[in-house]
T-cell receptor, first 113, second 107 residues
Framework: DVKVTQSSRYLVKRTGEKVFLECVQD?????MFWYRQDPGLGLRLIYF???????EKGDIPEGYSVSREKKERFSLILESASTNQTSMYLCASYSGAYEETQYFGPGTRLLVL | KNEVEQSPQNLTAQEGEFITINCSYSVGISALHWLQQHPGGGIVSLFM???GKKKHGRLIATINIQEKHSSLHITASHPRDSAVYIC?????????FGTGTRLTIIP
């Protein structure tokens, strides 16, 4: 079974702090994604990566950056956390093969005070 | 207008009832995903389909590409089916998500 793990389930940070969210997958997937989920808005794509050191902006990249130094690890960085970044953050990975699906991590619920 | 519309937004039913959740989309797609999210946040993929119909246990998913519509059916519903069900059309690897249907099955 594919396993996607995220570094924290719950995180509380202060405004202005630099925040790192880490995601690791164990199935050698090329593609990895970071989403945020907010009530009434559904999941929205922040960034995705289709290979090591490659990244592409999603629909809401402002205030975020990402890093993919190794194939199995995709990090989301909030350079200076703000209260409007309080949200549930979900990581996913995907092989890209036909009829394959995305596999999601358990999510990190981030509260920025 | 949202690119992905799900209906109903909330659904409460008695155990054993037949459940239908609908999804209409306006984006171009290569496939459509149905996802399940339980309280606590974890998301599990139920189906990915690009045409016709797929069945897995008590779950059935259908898609009509011409009409840009998909349905998720649950037969003989059970309280453990209580969750949020999310429709997500995809173009290649990029998904666009509906806001979900919250399903509650009462024993």
């Amino acid at each position: 079974d594919v396993k996607v793990t995220q570094s924290s389930r719950y995180l509380v940070k202060r405004t202005g702090e630099k925040v790192f969210l880490e995601c690791v997958q164990d199935m050698d997937h090329e593609n990895m994604f970071w989403y945020r989920q907010d009530p009434g808005l559904g999941l929205r794509l922040i960034y995705f990566s289709y290979d090591v050191k490659m990244k592409e902006k999603g629909d809401i990249p402002e205030g975020y950056s990402v890093s993919r130094e190794k194939k199995e690890r995709f990090s989301l960085i909030l350079e200076s956390a703000s209260t409007n970044q309080t949200s549930m953050y979900l990581c996913a990975s995907y092989s890209g093969a036909y009829e394959e699906t995305q596999y999601f991590g358990p999510g990190t619920r981030l509260l920025v005070l | 207008k949202n690119e992905v519309e799900q209906s109903p937004q909330n659904l409460t039913a008695q155990e054993g009832e037949f459940i239908t959740i609908n999804c209409s989309y306006s984006v171009g797609i290569s496939a459509l995903h149905w996802l399940q999210q339980h309280p606590g946040g974890g998301i599990v993929s139920l189906f990915m389909l690009s045409s016709g119909k797929k069945k897995h246990g008590r779950l059935i998913a259908t898609i009509n590409i011409q009409e840009k519509h998909s349905s998720l059916h649950i037969t003989a519903s059970h309280p453990r089916d209580s969750a949020v069900y999310i429709c997500a059309p995809s173009e290649n690897e990029k998904l666009t998500f509906g806001t979900g249907t919250r399903l509650t099955i009462i024993p």
